[in-house]
């Protein structure tokens, strides 16, 4: 199987915000050039989960992981997310897509901001 990862944000108006995504985007390809890697976004930029998961698929991925890049299931991931995650299941039933929490849910996450946070005393 080739498998490969998207990394899925909200999106914002200003280019700026995207900037801590693109840099995520870089150190994952530097860590794991095996593994395709797009980002994705969930409205007010590009591109969307569904341009990204036929980007992935167009280049041979057949196993796909989302990865929600939020800080906690808000409602966005609730109840907009899931719609679209299925939108691309019935697009592409050749593909297995799999998805994760929240990153904001990840112990490893929160301990990261708390030693970044006792690093700044």
Sequence with gaps: MMKALILFGHGARDA???EPFDRLHSLWKAQHPDVMVELAFLELMEPSL???VTS???LGADQIT???VFFGQGGHLRNDYP????QCKAKFPQLEL???SAVGESLAVLQAIVDFGASSL
């Design 66 to 68: 989302v990865v929600p």
């Design 50 to 52: 569904e341009e990204a």
């Design 83 to 86: 719609v679209l995650l299925e």
């Design 56 to 58: 992935l698929a167009g």
């Design 98 to 100: 799999n998805t994760t």
């Design 16 to 18: 700026r915000w995207r």
